[in-house]
């Protein structure tokens, strides 16, 4: 085990190397020059020139990235060009928003798809299984920007139960505001989650209720809602997990989309933002640090298996 | 796999029969042959788009402006008195060009190299499968909104760019399904009897594959779509005023709450779409799945 876990530690951090050269190179060959941005497009070439060397971008390209992973590797990701703001500081100020969002978000959906999946499951082909199937599949076909769209048509504009889009307060200003605000942008990226862990649960428990030790458990005269809970759920939640693991760059994705069209000041918002206005270090900042948490995420997931599933030890 | 349950899947089966099987066995059912109605009629009617005499998607005519639906009209105006039947069909045609464009170009690449390293093995495998971690774990949205806003946004660059994104999600899958294959009996047999490596991947492994590869592109063309609506919001796929889906939906967003008629038909065509791609696929997946199965 500490092995196994040695041994995915270093691919770990290979990974996280090839992602920081990604990160990097991919801004940097790209056109666009962040001094336009900063100056603005009719300052003079001599005021542009000094700024280039003033923001080290007149250094040959690997030298710059010696100097931004040297930097990185101490802790600091630099500041951005246009706010002077430290990227650090932008990614704790964006990050838990994303965090908020995620957490509501996958509670919602758990809630809802976890109860569905072992109702259906119970009798499947049954009519409630047929209803939740067709209607997850139809919730698939709905992407987050449609929701938006009619959610806050429906339920800001007509009904005013939900503030509209760039109603965002802290959650330590108030909790209360903060939660309205954040109820639809977690009710949109909870819908494609529901989907895809009904849907894999769904299969699993069918699977899983052929088993003999369910027929045991049957025989013994324990409860179906003590056997689907207790006996049922465990094994089939490795596939969830599993599944888990394979969404969270999707849901990533999804927030990042979800906060860009809510105005709502995620590391999305942010980094969208920073890419159009060609700063650099924020948008390397940023695309390194959400590397990071997925690669780390799905690091915690394969370590979990073990716990979910004892028999399963990693050689 | 379900295909190691049944010790008679162990059996090399032909793609051909496979499919002939399934359909024989149980009809696809009326919902799928509904759904691959509407897919061939919004190509039918976005090929023929400009020799159905439609209204130009993009004459603007200030004396109907925002309309609801009107014989003249069928889907109504937008807020520049331009015919929405005719931009929603127009704005098919970005949808599919980048759809099944971009998985033509990940499902090419991805599923000849997954091919390749499922069968050789060894190092190609090695530094491949490598690479597709590394890509996969890199925010793909991230990548694809920088390269697209540095790059350009015309029709084909972000087409381009996001086939190459999916390279390593079709990689993965294919590679998956093949290896399964890879070392069975028949590809064995094949090899003594001296058969060329292109010979084995493509007569061998890939007829074997090819139904979970139809199913998983179908459900892609369905993201990619999606990925593109997403882009047009961020103002990053082609530019106004070429009509598509999703930057008619986006713009519709200023006038809404005036005239919901404006989002409401391109997002109807994009969610039946979506829905029709996604029913094709399972269906297709459950089949033959079943299949495998029941044998």
Redesign the interface.
Known sequence: MARYLVKRFFALL??LF??SL??FF??HL???DPTVTILGPSDNAQNRAALTSQLGLNLPLWHQYLVWIGNVLQGNLGESYITHESVSRIISTAFPIDLELIIISQLLALSIAVPTALASAKRPNGLLDRTSTTTS??L???????LI??F??IFS?YLHWFPGPGSYIPFTQNPGQNLRAMILPSIVLAIGSIVIYFRILRGDLISTLQQEFITVARSKGLSNRYIMWRHALRPSSLALLASAGLNI?GL??GA??VE??LALPGLGYE??NS??QVDYLT?QG??LF??VV??LV?FVIDFLFTVVDPRITRE | MSSASSPRAQEPLLVEESLLNATRRRAFGVMFWICAGWIALVVLLALLASVLGLQNPTTENYDSLNQGPTLAHWFGTDDLGRDIFSRVVYGARVSLIVGFGAMVISMSIGASLALLAAYRRGKIDLLVSAASYVMLAFPALVAVIAIIAFWGHDLWKITLIIGVAGIPLVFRVVRAAALGYATRDFVVAAKTQGASDWRIITKEILPNVLPAMVSFFLIGVASVVILEGALAFLGLSVQPPTPSWGNMISESRTYLSQNPWLALFPSLAMILFLIALNLIGDTLRSALDHQEGKL
């Open positions: 290979g990974i090839f992602i990604g990160a991919l801004i790209l056109p666009g599949f139809a698939l076909a709905l992407p987050p920007f449609i769209v009619f806050v048509l504009i760059s990533v994705a990042f989309v860009y069209l980094i969208v890419i159009n948008v940023i695309t959400v590397a997925i690669v799905n």
